[in-house]
């Protein structure tokens, strides 16, 4: 069958996720059960065998991580899926990844923690985990999706920014999105833009693995392509090979961090929602945006000015965005999030002092009803807000 034929669709998140997947070339899956992610492995294993694809369920999330980036050393688009333990668990590899500069996609699809915690239930707890979770300074790539629609296209995206950027691009879901059953329309392959890794244009020779092109990014070759490949965690010269010393460590993680901050403008999306009016922004991200549109429009109709900032790629952050936003004299901004103040000491930092930011929290279970978003809204309209535990 290969690729799904064009139409439109009714399917849940994780099942489109796995569809984008295969949309954009991915034939090597290695993963481990989790909920709520679990339907995304196991709508790959019924399709693998059709488009000649190669699951493999490895004994833990460290395995499952490091199985991807053989894959992807090998010449495959190679994807894994989990949750928060798990993602925790992949930490080491995906540093290791990051390092190595491997093309991977890591879907975390966010339950409620910590720990064990909610396992069947959202949350928006790990996004400072994707930016920070593994040691040491890196530059990241992470998407939010808000609807199964754009679980199909996002993945196709992360899989696009993976190989175009040489680095594991995170797609950042969470249970409610991954869950929820909507329309998605599958366009003609054809008509899918779909970017694999750069090859080297020198002979075996003449091949640095890791010496750059104008954009940072250095072409690469895979292992049987007859190339020399030299594959380290180490800090590492141009050829691969392990040197501890702290200019070649400037120069290389320099760069690692450089390829995604100087092309931001090529890497950075966002959605704006009626904000050319607004003195209220509200930041939201993924399943909470859905609330937050919403309420935004109830706002408007009680006399507020709101609008809506979404978050598509949650890093890098659209932070000269809100810097601009900050500076045009608005009363506040309000970030609403399922947890207790991640993305909300972002839109602070970027904001410069210019305006207040507020939080409306919530410790996972559940989205956020419209309601609980306009009555800060009301609140702050109103001057009656209190700076209360969460607020930046």
């Known amino acids: 069958m290969g690729v799904m034929e064009e139409g439109t669709y009714f399917m849940d998140g994780n099942t489109a996720c796995a569809e984008g997947a295969i949309m954009a070339g991915c034939t090597f899956f290695g993963g481990y059960p989790i909920t709520p992610a679990t339907e995304i492995l196991e709508r790959l294993t019924n399709r693998f065998p059709e488009i000649h694809g190669s699951y493999l369920q490895m004994e833990d999330e460290l395995a499952s991580i490091a199985s991807i980036i053989g894959a992807s050393w090998a010449g495959r688009k190679a994807m894994t899926a989990t949750s928060g333990p798990g993602f925790s668990l992949m930490m080491e590899n995906y540093g290791f990844a990051l390092m190595t500069e491997t093309p991977c996609v890591i879907v975390n699809v966010m339950r409620g923690g910590p720990s064990t915690g909610l396992p069947t239930m959202v949350a928006q707890g790990d996004v400072m985990q994707t930016r920070w979770g593994t040691h040491g300074d890196v530059g990241v790539i992470v998407l939010s999706p808000s609807s199964p629609q754009e679980m199909f296209d996002f993945t196709i995206d992360a899989f696009n920014l993976a190989e175009k950027y040489r680095l594991p691009v995170v797609l950042l879901s969470d249970e409610m999105v991954a869950h929820m059953t909507e329309k998605v329309n599958i366009p003609v392959k054809e008509d899918v ?33 007859g190339y020399s490949v030299h594959v380290t965690g180490l800090t590492h010269d141009e050829r691969g090979y392990p040197v501890i010393d ?125 309601e609980e978003i306009v009555d800060r809204l009301e609140k702050i309209d109103n001057n009656e807000i209190q700076t209360e535990e969460g607020d930046a």
């Open 246 to 370: 702290e200019k070649v460590q400037n120069n290389l993680v320099t760069r690692l961090i450089d390829k995604i901050r100087k092309n931001a403008d090529d890497i950075l999306r966002y959605e704006e929602y009626k904000l050319d009016d607004a003195d209220i922004i509200v930041v939201s991200y993924g399943s909470a945006s859905r609330s937050a549109r919403e309420a935004v429009d109830m706002a408007r109709e009680r006399g507020i000015n709101a609008g809506l900032l979404r978050p598509i790629t949650i890093w890098p952050f659209p932070e000269d965005r809100i810097a601009e936003l900050a500076k045009r004299g608005l009363d506040a901004f309000v970030v609403a999030e399922i947890n207790f103040g991640q993305v909300v000491y972002e839109v602070q930092r970027c904001s410069e002092g210019h305006c207040p930011t507020y939080l409306v929290p919530r410790m996972g279970g559940s989205i956020h009803t419209p």
């Open 193 to 225: 833009k779909i970017i694999d890794r750069k090859k080297p244009s020198v002979s075996p020779e003449e091949y640095l693995p890791y010496c750059p092109d104008e954009d940072l990014v250095p072409p690469m070759a895979c292992t049987g392509e």
